[in-house]
Nanobody, 123 residues
Framework: EVQLVESGGGLVQAGGSLRLSCAAS????????IGWFRQAPGKAPEGLSY????????TYADSVKGRFTISTDNAKNTVHLQMNSLKPEDTAVYYC????????????????RGQGTQVTVSS
């Protein structure tokens, strides 16, 4: 059984930083992509970033490129999302997802996701 458990969310002022973590069990990062998406109230899920299982390449949404960095700790089976220069519009529930893919139309898909962690950025 695949389980993904996020942590690290919270309240931060605009311009601040947070580091999200996702501990995975029942899944290893060489099996499929692992990444993050978010969903703000009343909005569609937005893909943020993922790491390819085949070659470790990273993909970022334009909205977070240059501000967010995804990384993995394979020894701990954990994926992180370092978020810098946070903006109020980054406020959302952030989810870790296995098998995450981004579609050309802006949608996304995944096989498994965690329960999410709330990130709130105050202005």
């Amino acid at each position: 059984e695949v389980q993904l458990v996020e942590s690290g969310g919270g309240l931060v002022q605009a311009g601040g930083s947070l580091r999200l973590s996702c501990a995975a069990s029942g899944f290893t990062f060489d099996e499929d992509t692992i990444g993050w998406f978010r969903q703000a109230p009343g909005k569609a899920p937005e893909g943020l970033s993922y790491i390819s299982s085949s070659d470790g390449t990273t993909t970022y949404a334009d909205s977070v490129k240059g501000r967010f960095t995804i990384s993995t700790d394979n020894a701990k089976n954990t994926v992180h999302l370092q978020m810098n220069s946070l903006k109020p519009e980054d406020t959302a529930v952030y989810y870790c997802a296995a098998g995450l893919i981004f579609y050309p139309n802006g949608g996304l898909g995944y096989d498994y996701r965690g329960q999410g962690t709330q990130v709130t950025v105050s202005s």
